[in-house]
């Protein structure tokens, strides 16, 4: 079977599920020898990180710890990596602008597509021109929102030719933004994903190497030879000034100004989809990533669920620029784990994990000889619709749990624990079991909100399909296959997955709310419970005072007549003399005693009568005052 066999559409995977899940050796191999050099690199940057980490935990330690460390490694302290490693180790976890690898993708009339990278640096004159039988050039770029991501999209859209701005999306864009946008869910290796947070926070507060982190920025950069008054830089240093990033007019942002942005934002962080704008990218996070439910699941356990925007721009004369930081997995298999730990470059060429791998598979060999309309707008609902709907297991016939799945084995969990554990042994156990319920309605409402805008944008994409649709039609523009999968089915497939994934969250949702009300419940339970005992306790510590209190005396008085009055053995002192130092000392022991137990008593009644004294004086005062 050949290879491009494999590549259906997503929404018929299950109708031809022996085409998709055939395994290729020869893939397998490749795969493997395309990895074998980047774990190398990869191996000694993670020695790098560590020993950077081990120099920070010994920098910030005590003066004792220090010490004691010091003792312990034979007086050789943690030692700093060179210079040479740490600007490696900061270029490996985040690319330099220039050096950023970026997808072309070229859709011929031929029935064949062309992929190649070429670095960021080198992309102007791709979106200035292609060849003749290129229907479609498609140029993605793994840029997350910032000052870069903002200037590519400008100068792509500023250098289009008169009359070809292309078609505008009025429904499914922002209002005077008519470009489709989207906020896409996919994993993360939690490890590498903590490592990319360490080593922005360890590395942008060493200041001595901010000057070799800028120049590497944008080196070698070369722009377009019929653009030479509209550069990447020129804009880019233009608009620094304009958000108030720098105050010269000759300076592009430093390195981490611009690649901040691609650390994806954690589920909880931020506001969900809101209208992003070129600062929305550069808002500070937490170094240590939030305690997700899906950690305590099997499947999950090594995952990190991360949000990243997909934006789309287009042009009338063929060309599609898509930006977005999202580099993670958006297919769950089997191979789940496996293709956590691979490098975002071959997650970004595997099409059992990436959705934008996907979309090059699903045409390699066919070209546009399958689109229902030969345009770009049938390109970006078919790319929007693929990626709109992830994570699932669809690709590979539901061979991984879903993410729905997931979380409702993690709400019996916690269901499971609100008996389990309200038990006098477990008595802190009630106060964590809040805390995961909260952690978890906090990620659902989330996902929800996310899921919600996602429909809402499927719901719109709909009604600009119809309208394109409708003027094509009226234009006398018949589509090129009528036969093939409209833009229309797509968008009604997706809103009808995306509805699916709505309604099965929010019930997570509810059942987790109202799991959390039990939890309430079983807690004031228990606190009547323990104040019936507590009543009980003080009711026979009542009776035990009472009964002392009758029998103290009784005993004070025998084990004083029971006693020797007659003297003092072996002493020239008599009985008066003891009854005169002891007795003195226990009256004086009472009346501490007592003035301090009743020391509030004593207090007010002083108060009192100052104040009877001054409100005599006061009616004297006005008596004399009136004679």
């Not at 397998?28 to 120099?55: D, I, S």
């Not at 930081?325 to 595997?350: C, Q, T, W």
């Not at 994990?353 to 345009?375: D, N, P």
């Given at each position: 079977?050949?290879?491009p066999?494999?590549?259906?559409?997503?929404p018929?995977?299950?109708?031809?599920?022996?085409?998709?899940?055939?395994?290729?050796?020869?893939?397998?191999?490749?795969?493997?020898?395309r990895?074998a050099?980047?774990l190398?690199?990869c191996?000694?940057?993670?020695?790098?990180?560590?020993?950077?980490?081990?120099w920070?935990?010994?920098?910030?330690?005590s003066r004792?710890?220090?010490?004691?460390?010091?003792?312990?490694?034979?007086w050789?302290?943690p030692?700093?990596?060179?210079?040479?490693?740490?600007?490696?180790?900061?270029?490996?976890?985040?690319?330099?602008?220039?050096?950023?690898?970026?997808h072309?993708?070229?859709?011929?009339?031929?029935?064949?597509?062309k992929?190649?990278?070429?670095?960021?640096?080198?992309?102007?004159?791709?979106?200035?021109?292609?060849?003749?039988?290129?229907?479609?050039?498609?140029?993605?770029?793994?840029?997350?929102?910032?000052?870069v991501?903002?200037?590519?999209?400008?100068?792509?859209?500023?250098?289009?030719p008169?009359?070809?701005?292309?078609?505008?999306?009025e429904?499914?864009?922002?209002?005077?933004?008519?470009?489709?946008q989207?906020?896409?869910?996919?994993?993360?290796?939690?490890?590498?994903?903590?490592e990319?947070?360490?080593?922005?926070?360890?590395l942008?507060?060493?200041?001595?190497?901010?000057?070799?982190?800028?120049?590497?920025t944008?080196e070698?950069?070369?722009?377009?030879d019929?653009?030479?008054?509209?550069?990447?830089?020129?804009?880019?240093?233009w608009?620094?000034t304009?958000?108030?990033?720098?105050?010269?007019?000759?300076?592009?942002?430093?390195?981490?100004t611009?690649?901040?942005?691609?650390?994806?934002?954690?589920v909880?962080?931020g506001?969900?989809?809101?209208?992003?704008g070129?600062?929305?990218g550069?808002?500070?996070?937490?170094?240590k990533?939030?305690?997700?439910?899906?950690w305590?699941?099997?499947?999950?356990?090594?995952?990190?669920?991360?949000r990243?925007?997909?934006?789309?721009?287009?042009?009338?004369?063929?060309f599609?620029?898509?930006?977005?930081?999202?580099?993670?997995?958006?297919?769950?298999?089997?191979?789940?784990s496996?293709?956590?730990?691979?490098?975002?470059?071959?997650?970004?060429?595997?099409?059992?994990?990436?959705?934008?791998?996907?979309?090059?598979?699903?045409?390699?060999?066919?070209?546009?000889?399958?689109?229902h309309?030969?345009?770009?707008?049938h390109?970006?609902?078919?790319?929007?619709?693929?990626?709109?709907?992830?994570?699932?297991?669809?690709?590979?016939?539901?061979?991984?749990?879903t993410?729905?799945?997931?979380?409702q084995?993690?709400?019996?969990?916690?269901?499971?624990?609100?008996?389990?554990?309200?038990?006098?042994?477990?008595?802190?156990?009630p106060?964590?079991?809040?805390?995961?319920?909260?952690?978890?309605?906090?990620e659902?409402?989330?996902i929800?909100?996310?899921i919600?805008?996602?429909?809402?944008?499927f719901?719109?994409?709909?009604k600009?399909?119809?309208?394109?649709?409708?003027?094509?039609q009226?234009?006398?523009?018949p589509?090129?296959?009528?036969?093939?999968?409209?833009?229309r089915?797509?968008v009604?497939?997706?809103?009808?997955?995306?509805?699916?994934?709505?309604?099965?969250?929010?019930?997570?949702?509810?059942?987790?709310?109202?799991?959390?009300?039990?939890?309430?419940?079983?807690?004031?339970?228990?606190?009547?419970?323990?104040?019936i005992?507590s009543?009980?306790?003080?009711?026979?510590?009542?009776?035990?005072?009472?009964?002392?209190?009758i029998?103290?005396p009784?005993?004070?008085?025998?084990?004083?007549?029971?006693?020797?009055?007659?003297?003092?053995?072996n002493?020239?002192?008599?009985?008066?003399?003891?009854?005169?130092?002891?007795?003195?000392?226990?009256?004086?022991?009472?009346l501490?005693?007592?003035?301090?137990?009743f020391?509030?008593?004593?207090y007010?009644?002083?108060k009192?009568?100052?104040?009877?004294?001054?409100?005599?004086?006061?009616?004297?005062?006005?008596a004399?005052?009136?004679?």
């Amino acid at each position: 079977m050949n290879a491009p066999d494999t590549a259906v559409p997503t929404p018929r995977t299950l109708r031809n599920f022996a085409k998709i899940a055939v395994q290729y050796h020869e893939k397998e191999r490749q795969r493997e020898c395309r990895l074998a050099g980047h774990l190398e690199a990869c191996n000694k940057h993670k020695e790098v990180f560590n020993r950077l980490q081990k120099w920070d935990h010994f920098r910030s330690s005590s003066r004792s710890a220090k010490l004691w460390q010091c003792i312990a490694t034979r007086w050789q302290p943690p030692q700093i990596p060179n210079d040479e490693e740490l600007l490696e180790l900061a270029k490996h976890y985040f690319p330099p602008r220039s050096r950023l690898s970026i997808h072309i993708i070229d859709f011929k009339k031929d029935e064949t597509i062309k992929h190649h990278n070429v670095e960021l640096k080198d992309i102007e004159k791709y979106w200035t021109e292609k060849d003749d039988d290129v229907e479609v050039r498609w140029i993605h770029a793994p840029l997350g929102l910032g000052p870069v991501h903002s200037t590519i999209e400008d100068v792509f859209l500023h250098q289009a030719p008169e009359g070809e701005e292309g078609r505008n999306f009025e429904n499914v864009g922002n209002s005077g933004w008519p470009y489709p946008q989207l906020e896409v869910l996919n994993f993360r290796s939690r490890a590498r994903f903590q490592e990319m947070r360490d080593v922005r926070s360890l590395l942008q507060c060493l200041d001595h190497l901010q000057e070799d982190l800028n120049k590497c920025t944008w080196e070698r950069y070369r722009p377009s030879d019929k653009n030479t008054d509209s550069t990447i830089l020129d804009d880019l240093k233009w608009r620094a000034t304009h958000l108030n990033i720098t105050q010269d007019f000759n300076t592009i942002p430093d390195f981490w100004t611009q690649v901040s942005s691609d650390i994806p934002w954690q589920v909880t962080e931020g506001l969900a989809m809101a209208s992003y704008g070129p600062l929305d990218g550069l808002k500070p996070t937490l170094q240590k990533i939030d305690h997700q439910a899906l950690w305590d699941h099997d499947f999950f356990g090594s995952a990190q669920l991360v949000r990243d925007p997909f934006r789309c721009f287009h042009r009338g004369d063929g060309f599609l620029l898509t930006l977005s930081p999202m580099a993670g997995v958006n297919y769950l298999d089997k191979h789940f784990s496996r293709h956590l730990e691979d490098p975002i470059s071959a997650i970004l060429e595997n099409d059992d994990a990436s959705a934008v791998a996907l979309v090059l598979k699903a045409f390699e060999g066919q070209g546009t000889k399958t689109w229902h309309r030969r345009t770009v707008e049938h390109l970006i609902v078919y790319i929007v619709t693929e990626i709109g709907v992830t994570p699932h297991p669809d690709r590979q016939g539901y061979n991984a749990p879903t993410l729905e799945s997931a979380y409702q084995e993690a709400i019996q969990v916690l269901k499971r624990r609100r008996y389990d554990h309200f038990s006098r042994q477990h008595r802190q156990e009630p106060a964590d079991l809040v805390k995961d319920h909260l952690i978890f309605i906090d990620e659902l409402t989330r996902i929800g909100i996310i899921i919600r805008k996602r429909a809402k944008v499927f719901i719109s994409l709909l009604k600009d399909v119809e309208t394109f649709e409708a003027e094509d039609q009226s234009n006398g523009k018949p589509p090129d296959n009528p036969d093939q999968e409209s833009s229309r089915d797509r968008v009604l497939w997706a809103i009808r997955r995306t509805r699916d994934q709505q309604e099965a969250f929010e019930r997570l949702l509810v059942d987790a709310t109202s799991s959390l009300n039990a939890v309430y419940e079983l807690r004031s339970l228990q606190q009547n419970d323990l104040a019936i005992i507590s009543e009980n306790q003080n009711r026979a510590m009542y009776i035990f005072a009472t009964v002392t209190v009758i029998f103290l005396p009784l005993g004070t008085l025998t084990s004083y007549w029971g006693m020797n009055v007659v003297d003092i053995r072996n002493s020239n002192w008599s009985q008066g003399h003891f009854w005169k130092i002891c007795g003195a000392f226990a009256l004086a022991v009472v009346l501490v005693v007592a003035l301090w137990a009743f020391k509030h008593w004593w207090y007010s009644l002083i108060k009192l009568c100052s104040g009877r004294r001054g409100r005599g004086r006061e009616k004297r005062i006005d008596a004399e005052k009136i004679v």
